[in-house]
């Protein structure tokens, strides 16, 4: 992810009258040219967000889901994307690394 240096999950903002399930679709779609069956949700993590002398933190959704199409291309219009790769085994410059391993071992 383009600003941030690390792996991050696609993601991204939910546009007016779009459910987060419909977020999850288009940001995987845009963001690794992915499509998937969504299987529902997969866990919640808290994120905090700081900028100069303000903090606020918000849930962050995560869905559980099947890829269709399995050759990852970045696709984002937004232009913050600068890699899409499958991992067998989590990076260590994966942002939430430690909520996703624990998601993993609980989930499976």
Avoid: K, M, N
């Avoid at 399930?21 to 995987?28: G, I, W």
């Avoid at 050759?71 to 085994?89: G, K, L, N, Q, Y």
């Amino acid at each position: 992810h383009e600003g941030v240096g690390l792996w991050v999950l696609p993601g991204g903002g939910v546009d007016p009258g779009e459910s987060f399930r419909e977020t999850a679709e288009r940001e995987l779609a845009e963001e690794a040219g992915v499509e998937a069956r969504y299987e529902g949700l997969a866990l919640t993590t808290r994120v905090e967000v700081r900028c100069d002398d303000h903090a606020t933190w918000g849930v962050l959704p995560i869905f559980a889901a099947a890829a269709e199409t399995t050759d990852p291309t970045v696709s984002d219009p937004d232009e913050e994307i600068s890699a899409a790769e499958w991992f067998a085994d989590l990076p260590a410059d994966t942002r939430d690394r430690q909520d996703l391993l624990a998601w993993r071992e609980h989930a499976l």
